[in-house]
């Protein structure tokens, strides 16, 4: 099986992604917003997303939001052991 197509599988964020932009292009703005809570902003970034990717499904996959550099502490962790313990 293509990668992209297994990827998209396992999840299921972007399945339901895929039935809201199907749904938006069937029937329209206020009938998705109604029915999934989701406005045209968002369906537009995701469009964007999935053509971006070339059409590949995977493109829908939630990628993390955890971000890149994270913040450490000055103090040394013998001291925070020391004061705790």
């Known amino acids: 099986m293509h ?10 964020v972007a399945q339901r992604r ?3 932009i199907e749904f938006y292009e069937r029937y329209g703005e206020r009938a998705t917003k109604d029915a999934f ?5 968002l369906i537009s970034r995701w469009r964007k997303r999935l053509r971006a ?3 590949r499904l995977a493109a829908l996959v ?6 890149f550099h994270l ?4 103090v040394p ?4 052991e020391f004061l705790s313990g």
């Open 37 to 41: 809570g989701v406005d045209r902003n």
């Open 18 to 20: 895929l039935r809201v």
């Open 77 to 80: 962790l013998e001291i925070i």
């Open 71 to 74: 913040r450490h502490s000055p």
């Open 3 to 12: 990668y992209s197509l297994r990827t998209f599988e396992q999840s299921e």
């Open 53 to 55: 990717g070339g059409g």
């Open 62 to 67: 939630s990628y993390s939001t955890r971000p």
